[in-house]
DNA sequence: TGACAATCATACAATTAGTACAATTCTGAG
DNA sequence: CTCAGAATTGTACTAATTGTATGATTGTCA
């Protein structure tokens, strides 16, 4: 049993603080502490949850409030992973910046294949309509 | 032995949309724009796959969703090819699937950037009204 | 003791990888 | 020229790895 440090997270038991808030709370830290950069794959939750010997659905509850907190992404099947995180004052400054160029990169590539604007943007507004019920991956 | 780009993919592996999906909406968008013509041969599935460093079968997956869309034509021993003629209902679908793919690419991105509708259906507004003007200076 | 949050157990679903196989093409001995 | 066998290509099925969903269990505290 190599005790491999995949992740170094030192839990409280008794601390009254729920494992997964700790567990949250940490890697939030390494990540804006630099320790964690993006891209970096975290330990599954199931390996994580044998590290420290707790409940794989521990681990996934912190793994899923990070997710909606926008720290990792969590893919079924792949794994978990550090998101890219800009510093909040130039987040701010870029985001209107980022949404450009999203939105340049969608019309240049549906322009080049000879859609109109309007249809460029009726799919937008019906894309963005039928968001939530659509999120499962446009197989057919 | 420099690894010539056979098929110009540009995979993410973090953004939560499979590999086989990617793989699959690049090469329809490729289709339906010009950029790989009819009885092209595509890259058999294990070169593919090792130039994108993923499994064979990955690659074949979005193979055959490809071939039942009527975009290409596998046929087992003698490779990969892009259809003479797509029957123009399968054109046309895959018309729209591409640029419904594009949305919703573009509405991950920004949701995934915690932006509203109300923004991303601006933005989009905002720069398919300013396209024409701005693209002189955009240009690749 | 009862309510509620935290944790755990179990079953499930999605993605990718592994292995064996079948169809076609290529190659070379005869 | 012919044909056997290797090489190449896609296919099918299965296994492994990952996160998800849901309900049961446990523990704490008013």
Do not use: C
């Not at 804006?32 to 659905?57: M, Y």
């Not at 510093?87 to 080049?112: D, N």
Request: glycine fraction near 4%.
């Amino acid at each position: 049993m190599n005790d491999k440090p995949i992740l170094s997270l030192r839990l409280d038991f008794h601390s009254g603080l729920p494992i997964y808030i700790q567990i949250m709370n940490q890697i939030e830290q390494q990540v804006s502490g630099g320790v964690l950069k993006a891209d970096t794959q975290l330990p599954t939750v199931r390996a994580l949850a044998a590290e420290l010997r707790v409940n794989f659905n521990t681990v996934a509850r912190a793994y899923r409030l990070l997710d909606e907190a926008g720290v990792i992404s969590t893919q079924q099947g792949r794994g978990t992973y550090i998101i890219e995180k800009p510093p909040p004052e130039v987040e701010k400054k870029l985001r209107s910046q980022t949404l450009e160029a999203l939105a340049r990169q969608y019309i240049g590539e549906a322009k080049r294949l000879k859609f109109s604007d309007a249809e460029i943007s009726q799919m937008m507004k019906a894309q963005l309509k039928s968001w939530e019920e659509t999120q499962e991956t446009n197989l057919e």
